[in-house]
């Protein structure tokens, strides 16, 4: 079946610090990902996302690659801010449609 | 900003009671969908929903569950005779598109089973 796992969390860096949150797939097709992301008391919103092999998604200084030969995902940030502070989802999709298999989220803390 | 709102944001009842989980989405939206994560466990595909009938539904939503349009607003997830296993944060989504992948979810419904 299709499955995503992520890295364990809680992350928690220091303001200004590289970010890695690593996710990798399991999948029957060939699936488009996602990285969506939870602030605190919000709703979980697409951040980044990319729909075939070695495109890479990019969104408020987040990115991630589609690697197709490692079956992964990571995502990535050069200098995490406080305000980036919040749950990350790594997901993917199979068909059309949007049925969505999820990961089961990393939380970041970055800290002054 | 437009987005899709919840009620209630937490909700406590017993083991057998019925329980109504109301989203309104947001309103040119025409795909709704509810997810579900137990604590700790991923964020799991419960339904989607289009032109007021189900799309897709995943194994775990069996005969307990239903969903509804019931106006032109309101979307709403019921389960019938709640066990403790649904204790979750339930989430509602919609989408202006049914295969873009960008869905725009609530804050989520949080169900207590006693």
């Known amino acids: 079946g299709n499955s995503v796992t992520q890295m364990e969390g809680p992350v928690t860096l220091s303001e200004e610090a590289f970010l890695t949150i690593n996710c990798t797939y399991t999948?029957?097709?060939?699936?488009?990902l996602f990285w969506y992301v939870q602030y605190p008391g919000e709703g979980l919103q697409l951040l980044l996302k990319?729909?075939?092999?070695?495109d890479k998604g990019s969104n408020k200084g987040f990115e991630a690659t589609y690697r197709k030969e490692t079956t992964s995902f990571h995502l990535e940030k050069g200098s995490v801010q406080v305000s980036d502070s919040a749950v990350y989802f790594c997901?993917?999709?199979?068909?059309?449609?949007?049925?969505?298999?999820f990961g089961g989220g990393t939380r970041l803390m970055v800290k002054p | 900003e437009p987005e899709v709102t919840q009620t209630p944001s937490h909700q406590v009842t017993q083991m057998g009671q019925e329980v109504i989980l109301r989203c309104v989405p947001i309103?040119?939206?025409?795909?709704f969908y509810w997810y579900r994560q137990i604590l700790g466990q991923k964020v799991e595909f419960l339904v989607s929903?289009?032109?007021?009938?189900?799309?897709?539904k995943s194994e775990i939503f069996d005969d307990q569950f239903s969903v509804e349009r019931p106006d032109g607003s309101n979307f709403t997830l019921k389960i019938r005779s709640t066990k403790l296993e649904d204790s979750a944060m339930y989430f509602c989504?919609?989408?202006?598109?049914?295969?873009?992948?960008?869905?725009?979810f609530g804050e989520g419904s949080r169900l207590t089973v006693l």
């Open positions: 997901a993917l999709r199979i068909n059309a449609g949007n049925m969505l298999t």
């Open positions: 999948a029957t097709g060939y699936p488009s």
């Open positions: 990319a729909t075939k092999a070695d």
């Open positions: 309103s040119n939206h025409l795909y």
């Open positions: 929903f289009y032109n007021n009938e189900i799309s897709e």
């Open positions: 989504a919609s989408a202006g598109t049914g295969d873009t992948g960008e869905l725009f």
